[in-house]
Nanobody, 120 residues
Framework: QVQLVESGGGLVQAGGSLRLSCAASGNIFTINTMAWYRQAPGKQRELVAIITSGGSTNYADPVKGRFTISRDNAKNTVYLQMNSLKPEDTAVYYC??????????????WGQGTQVTVSS
């Protein structure tokens, strides 16, 4: 009932920037929490950044000061602006949205993932 489409990944040199987008569609009543996770080769999936409906944000220590999460509620979209990218940022990035449908049911869905590769 909810579909998430990610975009914006790619190959970038160290020190460069990328902006990821994740757009949700479906019979959404409200989106409460939007988040970005990533999974690097040989590593566990980790939370990168999260933003609440009230606009509060939290970031994982490795990305603090470099990444910024934001949301556009009118577009049901969450963004991740990534600056000063490092090779260790290389991973598949996944968005995750939680909220309620018009039916009253809760949803918690993942995007398909987008590859971010940072070369040295």
């Amino acid at each position: 009932q909810v579909q998430l489409v990610e975009s914006g990944g790619g190959l970038v040199q160290a020190g460069g920037s990328l902006r990821l987008s994740c757009a949700a569609s479906g019979n959404i009543f409200t989106i409460n929490t939007m988040a970005w996770y990533r999974q690097a080769p040989g590593k566990q999936r980790e939370l990168v950044a999260i933003i609440t409906s009230g606009g509060s944000t939290n970031y994982a220590d490795p990305v603090k000061g470099r990444f910024t999460i934001s949301r556009d509620n009118a577009k049901n979209t969450v963004y991740l602006q990534m600056n000063s990218l490092k090779p260790e940022d290389t991973a598949v990035y996944y968005c995750n949205l939680e909220g309620r449908l018009y039916s009253g049911s809760r949803f918690n869905y993942w995007g398909q993932g987008t590859q971010v590769t940072v070369s040295s």
